[in-house]
């Protein structure tokens, strides 16, 4: 049975486990260089200080994780959130993603925050149809926002307004 549940200190390994795969095998990050268990620790602990994460857990072990995040740094941007969701990489298109991120959501919207942004590398249909699912719609496209594997890759962004009021 999955459970979904804040984002404990104990989680870390296996987040950085997650998220590494991806660094070393997948376009989806532009992090070229696996991340160290201090890097990421450093993240959670700045992205505490106002956004919440989540992971889903199978058997005692991480399967996913989704977080919001500054989106910009100007204080008019303070309450719009940059999303991000992970699946380990065996677990994906299984139905981890809807339960995982929609508990973000809710979150960022109890929270009073109002716009959601995610960006995401194309082509990924899986990540697209997720936000469509979940409300966020289409707005735009970098072309060659970045370089990973000797190829340029597009960046796509979706956002989602939250029915909070300033």
């Known amino acids: 049975m999955i459970i979904i549940r804040r984002y404990q200190e104990k989680d870390l390994p296996q987040i950085v486990d997650i998220i590494n795969y991806y660094v070393k095998n997948d376009a989806c990050i532009f992090q070229i260089e696996p991340y160290t268990y201090q890097e990421f620790e450093n993240k959670f602990k ?6 919440p994460i989540f992971v889903s857990e199978l058997d005692n072990k991480i399967v996913g994780f989704a977080y919001g995040s500054k989106w910009r740094d100007k204080p008019a941007y303070a309450q719009s959130v940059e999303t991000t969701i992970y699946i380990h990489h065996k ?26 942004v995610a960006g995401m590398t194309l082509p990924n249909n899986g990540s697209k149809k ?37």
């Open 46 to 51: 700045d992205i505490l200080s106002t956004y």
């Open 91 to 116: 677990f994906n298109h299984q139905g981890l993603g809807e339960p995982l991120y929609q508990r973000l959501l809710d979150s960022l919207n109890e929270r009073k925050f109002h716009l959601l």
């Open 130 to 166: 997720l936000h469509e699912k979940l409300g966020f719609e289409y707005v735009g496209k970098f072309k060659h926002a970045g370089m990973k594997f000797g190829q340029w890759h597009d960046v796509g962004f979706w956002q989602k307004l939250l029915n909070s009021q300033p």
